[in-house]
């Protein structure tokens, strides 16, 4: 089993529409949890973290996190043709004196069509 | 600028070399790392570091070599004996229990 998961994509959906990315994850001691944005060619670029349950709101995106099922999702509201990207979900276990290591999720590819 | 600056953008190897990519921060982050990325694929460690002097290898150092001489810089190696290496090669850095940020990239190919 993969250490971090993600759903396969690659994942299509109308502008306008709610883009829904999720990823699951193994190691019960992770701690805080993020979703990366890469555009085709670029560097990965952070869009969201959430460290506690529930949801974490930021502009269109909203972020879910549930520890007990481990599993941490993405949703994109009002999905723009400028949202089309490659999404990597990153988990973290930052325990003791670690800095704490990012493992990644292998990434969803998102396209928002007109 | 803070940031974190990556070279060459482009660098192809040829048989038998060893290539360095540079990697520098004024972010003032203690942490760096430099992560693998082939097509299709998430990202893969190589190595990290947490203080200066000191680093350890990730999930996939064989035919990888590094050194942090300076808070600042973290350059890597690919040495020839590394039989794969054309990937695109990630930098990053963060503060303690901080998500990490990342360079531009390099992008490695064989002659």
């Known amino acids: 089993q993969k250490e971090v998961e993600q759903n396969s994509g690659p994942l299509s959906v109308p502008e306008g529409a709610i883009a829904s990315l999720n990823c699951t994850y193994s190691?019960?001691?992770?701690?805080?949890f993020f979703w990366y944005r890469q555009y085709s060619g670029k560097s990965p670029e952070l869009i969201m973290s959430?460290?506690?349950?529930g949801d974490k709101e930021d502009g269109r995106f909203t972020a879910q996190l549930n520890k007990a099922s481990q599993y941490v999702s993405l949703l994109i509201r009002d999905s723009q043709p400028s949202d089309s990207a490659t999404y990597l979900c990153?988990?973290?276990?930052?325990?003791?004196?670690?800095?704490?290591?990012?493992?990644f999720g292998q990434g969803t590819i998102l396209t928002v069509h007109p | 600028d803070g940031g974190i600056t990556q070279s060459p953008k482009y660098l192809f190897r040829k048989e038998g070399q060893n290539v360095t990519l540079s990697c520098e921060q004024n972010?003032?982050?203690?942490?760096m790392y430099w992560y693998r990325q082939d097509p299709g694929q998430g990202l893969r460690l190589i190595y990290y570091?947490?203080?200066?002097?000191?680093?350890q290898k990730g999930d996939i150092a064989e035919g990888y070599s590094v050194s942090r001489e300076k808070k600042e810089s973290f350059p890597l190696t690919v040495t020839s004996a590394q039989k794969n290496p054309t990937a695109f090669y990630l930098c990053?850095?963060?503060?303690?229990?901080?998500?990490?940020?990342f360079g531009d990239g390099t992008r490695l190919s064989i002659l």
């Open positions: 990053a850095s963060s503060l303690k229990h901080q998500p990490q940020h």
């Open positions: 972010l003032n982050h203690d942490a």
């Open positions: 570091s947490q203080i200066v002097n000191d680093f």
């Open positions: 990153a988990v973290m276990n930052a325990g003791g004196t670690s800095y704490g290591k990012l493992t």
């Open positions: 190691d019960r001691g992770s701690q805080s």
């Open positions: 959430i460290y506690s349950n």
